[in-house]
C-alpha cells in the first residue's frame, strides 16, 4: 500500500495522480492568458520580420545586406518559439480542465 505524504494546509491547486496517488499541480487560467499572449505576439512580430527589408540602396542600384538577413532570420527564430511556447501552454491548459 502507498502512502501519500502530508501536504500543508493551505489553499493549493493540487490534484492526486490516478496511478501513484502522488500530489500534481494544476495549470490556472493564467496559464491560458499567457499561452494566447504569446501566439498573438508571435503572429503580429512574424508578420513585422517577414516584411523586414533585406536590401540597401548603393549607386550600383539595391544589394542584400548580411546583417539585415541575419536580423531577420533571428526575428523569425524568436517568433515562431514564441508562437510554440504560447501553444504548448495553450494545450496545457486545456488538458487540465
Known amino acids: 500500500m502507498q502512502s501519500v505524504a502530508k501536504m500543508p494546509a493551505g489553499n493549493y491547486n493540487l490534484d492526486l495522480c490516478p496511478y501513484c496517488h502522488m500530489p500534481i499541480a ?40 548580411l546583417e539585415l538577413m541575419h536580423n531577420r532570420e533571428l526575428g523569425l527564430i524568436v517568433c515562431i518559439a514564441l508562437v510554440i511556447v504560447g501553444v504548448v501552454l ?8
Do not use: C, H, P, R
Not at 503572429?43 to 536590401?55: E, G, H, R
Not at 495553450?90 to 480542465?97: G, L, R, V
Open 90 to 97: 495553450f494545450a496545457i491548459s486545456k488538458k487540465s480542465e
Open 26 to 65: 494544476q495549470s490556472s487560467t493564467d496559464t491560458f492568458k499567457i499561452g494566447w499572449a504569446l501566439i498573438i505576439l508571435g503572429s503580429i512580430t512574424s508578420v513585422y520580420f517577414l516584411a523586414y527589408k533585406t536590401s540597401v540602396s548603393t549607386s550600383y542600384g539595391d544589394v542584400s545586406n
